[in-house]
């Protein structure tokens, strides 16, 4: 479980709190507020503080933009023209703070956005729980032959095994030797800043990470992908949940613009455009490479 009792406790105790406030609040929100959702087989995340809503996002509009406003007819139709023409400081004011735990090396793809605030929890200061990442058995894959970053075949059988076992005993292993290393029955020990070099990738760490809904709309787009790694995609997964809950017309105009949207380059439209009006275009007229004739022709495909 990625709860402890007494983590559990001190949630139920947070959110038995009463605050009168006169800020925006999101129902929604409210509901999220300090629960935590499980992702992967120890993590979570939850949300500990927000601000701002759907409304905020228009009335940052409105003043920027003054005038130009008066032709949009609702909020929701503001909302999905700042998404769809790029304006992106609106999305700004509005903030999240999340406490998420997650395994290093997930959280090392993580930090790469870093147009957020973060304070990780401290291996110079406190001792590491041993909670450590081991894959699903279906989530086991081979390497892809034709991404070198990506995944391909699932495992199965005795080679699953094998590699469920190495990383199961690797794992534990490590986490002994930090241990021993560690000041114990009266010998001085290792410092714990030390000590924890040993470790692997997959142990737990945990962080408050607070972000803008711009920067944070940037993180989903790309870690909610489907080419995303799956581990850290999840997590994007969990999010978008709550931030449908949180500004539900700014998150539906960034899942249609963006999430479900596709962007062509200048030569990607004028083909497109030769095509409507009747004519063969191939790799070879169309100014393109290989790879992105390849993307461009995928980006119109058809889902089967």
């Given at each position: 479980m990625p709860l402890t009792p007494d983590q559990q406790a001190e949630i139920e105790t947070a959110r038995s709190e009463e605050r009168t406030t006169r800020r925006a609040t999101v129902p929604g929100m409210e509901a999220h507020l300090y629960n935590?959702?499980?992702?992967?087989?120890?993590?979570?995340?939850?949300?500990?503080?927000?601000?701002?809503?759907?409304?905020?996002?228009?009335?940052?509009?409105?003043?920027?933009?003054?005038?130009?406003?008066?032709?949009?007819?609702?909020?929701?139709?503001?909302?999905?023209?700042?998404?769809r023409h790029w304006h992106s400081t609106p999305f700004e004011m509005c903030e999240i703070k999340l406490h998420v735990k997650l395994p290093v090396f997930v959280?090392?793809?993580?930090?790469?956005?870093?147009?957020?605030?973060?304070?990780?929890?401290?291996?110079?200061?406190?001792?590491?729980?041993?909670?450590?990442?081991?894959?699903?058995?279906?989530?086991?894959?081979?390497?892809?032959?034709?991404n070198n970053q990506g995944r391909g075949g699932v495992l199965e059988g005795e080679e699953a095994a094998r590699v469920l076992d190495i990383l199961r005993a690797d794992s534990n292993r490590a986490y002994d030797h930090y241990q021993q290393m560690l000041e114990q029955d009266g010998q001085d020990g290792l410092a714990r800043e030390l000590a924890r070099m040993n470790l692997p990738a997959n142990i737990y760490t945990q962080w408050y990470w607070?972000?803008?809904?711009?920067?944070?709309?940037?993180?989903?787009?790309?870690?909610?992908?489907?080419?995303?790694?799956?581990?850290?995609?999840?997590?994007?997964?969990?999010?978008?949940?709550?931030?449908a809950d949180w500004v539900p017309h700014a998150y539906a105009a960034f899942e249609d613009y963006r999430l479900g949207g596709v962007q062509f380059?200048?030569?990607?439209?004028?083909?497109?455009?030769?095509?409507?009006?009747?004519?063969?275009?191939?790799?070879?007229?169309?100014?393109?490479?290989a790879g992105e004739w390849r993307e461009f022709q995928q980006s119109l495909a058809a889902e089967e």
């Open positions: 935590a959702h499980e992702v992967l087989d120890h993590g979570f995340v939850r949300v500990i503080d927000y601000m701002g809503d759907d409304n905020a996002i228009v009335q940052a509009a409105r003043v920027s933009y003054g005038r130009g406003t008066k032709a949009v007819q609702n909020d929701a139709g503001l909302i999905r023209y700042l998404m959280a090392r793809q993580w930090i790469r956005h870093r147009t957020a605030n973060v304070n990780e929890y401290s291996a110079r200061y406190s001792i590491l729980d041993r909670e450590f990442y081991i894959p699903a058995p279906e989530n086991l894959a081979a390497q892809s032959k034709i607070k972000v803008d809904l711009h920067n944070l709309f940037h993180f989903l787009r790309l870690r909610a992908d489907a080419h995303a790694q799956y581990e850290i995609r999840v997590y994007a997964d969990a999010i978008c949940k709550i931030v380059s200048g030569k990607g439209v004028d083909c497109i455009r030769r095509m409507i009006a009747g004519e063969q275009v191939d790799q070879a007229s169309s100014g393109m490479s």
